[in-house]
């Protein structure tokens, strides 16, 4: 891991870097290039450009790691709330939402309870319910959620980790399941003992793994394979492969971030594939925005322009 990359990393769970760093309007402006605003209706407003381009959205409210119950309880009222918005304002647009901003650290089953009700309403109202996979220390736990919610709903899907060694035993276990799983390299800092530490082995594995999410068995146990990435070159390789073995541009399903390759997301979607933007939303974006930095470290020239400007 670089170092630019590790100290984004830490300082992303810095408390005091946080404070100083949401009060000052440079980093609000430069934060603003990935983030359309901080309420429902500002993510909302990004629909109709995106319907343009033939693109949906997946919504997501910044926050993690929850401690006080009653706020999780308001996250998951949040939500459901987001969904009837969807659903009245007719916008193409799924909810992700991240177990520990759900309680999972308080207690897992006020999570399970909450992630229940938000899978029973997304049903009832033909959506999708997707769960973020957060830290490695998570991960049993948050595949272990999705396999209580979808026993009782199959409109779930996770997301799972391409930079953790277990990822490709845990995909084969969801495989015939039938789950949604949405592949990414992964944003947080892991240790070498569990974690690819180089870049090119965590690629060799995103592509091993979206290989894997294409292949006939996948395909006939109902998986939904989305691939989250903006790595131009494993988008090309995807698309090529998912062509060569006879599948249909709709079938390769793609979801990028907001505000970053959205050319790529135009071509994607051009050439006839499902494409869908995470829109991030809420107050809650230091640690979120700290990540997005750590993935491209040029883009703190960005946070230093917008202080020059200010
Ligand atoms: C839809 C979606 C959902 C996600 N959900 C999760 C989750 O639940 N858990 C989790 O751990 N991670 C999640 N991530 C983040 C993911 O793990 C990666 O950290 C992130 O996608 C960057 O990796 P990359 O695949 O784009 O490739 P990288 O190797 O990081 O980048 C490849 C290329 O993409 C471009 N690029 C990438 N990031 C940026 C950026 N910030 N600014 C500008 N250009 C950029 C650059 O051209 C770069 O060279 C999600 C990502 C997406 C797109």
Known sequence: MGLMRSLLLAGSESRWLRTQATRRAFVRRAVSRFMPGESLEDALGTAPALKEDGIGLVLTRLGESVSDAAEADAVAAHYLDALERIRATNVAAEISVKPTQLGLDIEPERCLAHLRALAGRAAALGNFLWIDMEQSRYVDATLDLTRRVRAEHANVGVCVQAYLFRTAPDVERLLPTGAGIRLVKGAYREPPEIAFPRKRDVDANYLALAYRLLADDARKAGVRAVFGTHDPRILRAIVDHAAAIGRPARAAEFHL?????????????????????????????????????????????FVARSLVRS
């Open 257 to 301: 971030l907001y505000g970053i390759q959205r050319a790529q997301q135009q071509r994607l979607a051009r050439a006839g594939h499902t494409v869908r933007v995470l829109v991030s939303y809420g107050s809650y974006w230091f640690p979120w925005y700290m990540r997005r930095l750590a993935e491209r470290p040029a883009n703190v020239l």
